[in-house]
């Protein structure tokens, strides 16, 4: 991943990062995890992962979705939404230089602006996405077999929809 080795590196040669996934595919957003809160103004079955269930698979296997929902919690904690503290933690590190947000429709990019308008993030909040990092190391990478991570049982199906949120968002998968 870019942010150990590879930043050092890139800084030393003067290469400055610009991430392009600070969301995950749309993972960190929360709209999968939670579409109740967080489906914002287009409707969820057109939303990538939905429409186009091949789309980038790596954001969409099971352990992906697990940290995603842990940090969707986390921002929701500390009174901000999960796709102000995605792309304000991508902003506060030292190796970028800006995030290409990505945005859709008017209210991503509401929300985009609305998470750079914060003040740097608190070193405690830092703490607390350090250990998911740590619990979940590089959740949508596959170092041997794509289809197995997105399929092996050892990776279980997380969803935090109630019974009735399931049965309202058919097309929609929670993770």
Do not use: M
């Not at 103004?41 to 995603?68: E, G, I, S, V, W």
């Not at 199906?157 to 968002?169: F, G, L, Q, W």
């Amino acid at each position: 991943n870019y942010e150990g080795d590879i930043a050092e590196a890139a800084y030393e040669f003067g290469v400055l990062g610009l991430p392009y996934g600070a969301l995950a595919g749309g993972l960190l957003t929360g709209k999968y995890a939670f579409p109740h809160k967080y489906s914002g103004d287009r409707p969820l079955a057109l939303a990538r992962h939905n429409a186009q269930p091949k789309f980038q698979p790596r954001y969409n296997n099971p352990n992906a979705q697990r940290a995603a929902v842990e940090y969707c919690l986390l921002a929701e904690k500390w009174g901000i939404k999960p796709v102000e503290l995605a792309y304000a933690w991508a902003r506060d590190r030292w190796y970028n230089t800006c995030v290409i947000t990505g945005t859709t429709t008017v209210e991503q990019c509401k929300d985009a602006i609305n998470a750079f308008k914060l003040e740097p993030l608190p070193e405690a909040l830092l703490k607390a996405i350090d250990i998911i990092h740590e619990k979940y190391r590089n959740p949508c990478s596959a170092y041997a077999d794509k289809d197995l991570v997105l399929t092996a049982d050892f990776f279980a199906p997380v969803s935090t929809a109630t019974k009735e949120e399931d049965d309202d968002n058919k097309t929609v998968s929670a993770c």
